[in-house]
T-cell receptor
Framework: DVKVTQSSRYLVKRTGEKVFLECVQD?????MFWYRQDPGLGLRLIYF???????EKGDIPEGYSVSREKKERFSLILESASTNQTSMYLC????????????FGDGTRLSIL | QQQVKQSPQSLIVQKGGISIINCAYE??????FPWYQQFPGKGPALLIA?????SEKKEGRFTISFNKSAKQFSLHIMDSQPGDSATYFC????????????FGKGTKLTVNP
């Protein structure tokens, strides 16, 4: 079974801190994604990556950056956390090609105080 | 034009009833339409998907109906069970699903015993 592991289930940080969210997948998938999930807003794509060191902006990249130094690991970085970044963050991965399902981690609930 | 509009936002159904969730899109380049199911505390998981060359796809109690001319698709859950209580997301993609997914805002389904 594909496993996408997010390093923390819950995280509490303070405004202005630099925050790292880590995601690891074990299926050698080419593509990795970061979403945030907010009630009533669904899943919104922050960034995605098609290959190591490659990244593309999603729909809401402002305030975030990403890093993909190894194929299995995709990190989301909040450069200077703000309260409006309090949310559930979901990482996903899939292999390239048509109709390949995205496999999601169980999420990190991040609170910025 | 990239949006996928999903309704209703929440749905309560009695055990054994039919649950229906609807989605509409504008981008005629969309050619892959998956549904994801998310249980509390878990990441979404692919439930069923359809391509526009067919009008219906059935997997067990779950059916996608697709109306290309109306640019609408829907999920029908027959004989709904309490274990189906979850949040359901429709999504759409181009290039046969090899491009990023655009998600609807989700429907929280509650099936009462």
């Amino acid at each position: 079974d594909v496993k996408v592991t997010q390093s923390s289930r819950y995280l509490v940080k303070r405004t202005g801190e630099k925050v790292f969210l880590e995601c690891v997948q074990d299926m050698d998938h080419e593509n990795m994604f970061w979403y945030r999930q907010d009630p009533g807003l669904g899943l919104r794509l922050i960034y995605f990556s098609y290959d190591v060191k490659m990244k593309e902006k999603g729909d809401i990249p402002e305030g975030y950056s990403v890093s993909r130094e190894k194929k299995e690991r995709f990190s989301l970085i909040l450069e200077s956390a703000s309260t409006n970044q309090t949310s559930m963050y979901l990482c996903a991965s899939n292999t390239g090609g048509e109709a390949q399902p995205q496999h999601f981690g169980d999420g990190t609930r991040l609170s910025i105080l | 034009q990239q949006q996928v509009k999903q309704s209703p936002q929440s749905l309560i159904v009695q055990k054994g009833g039919i649950s229906i969730i609807n989605c509409a899109y504008e981008n005629t380049a969309f050619d892959y339409f998956p549904w994801y199911q998310q249980f509390p505390g878990k990441g979404p998981a692919l439930l069923i998907a359809i391509r526009p060359d067919v009008s219906e796809k059935k997997e067990g109690r779950f059916t996608i109906s697709f109306n290309k001319s109306a640019k609408q698709f829907s999920l029908h859950i027959m004989d709904s069970q309490p274990g189906d209580s979850a949040t359901y997301f429709c999504a759409a993609s181009t290039q046969g699903g090899s491009e990023k997914l655009v998600f609807g805002k989700g429907t929280k389904l509650t099936v009462n015993p």
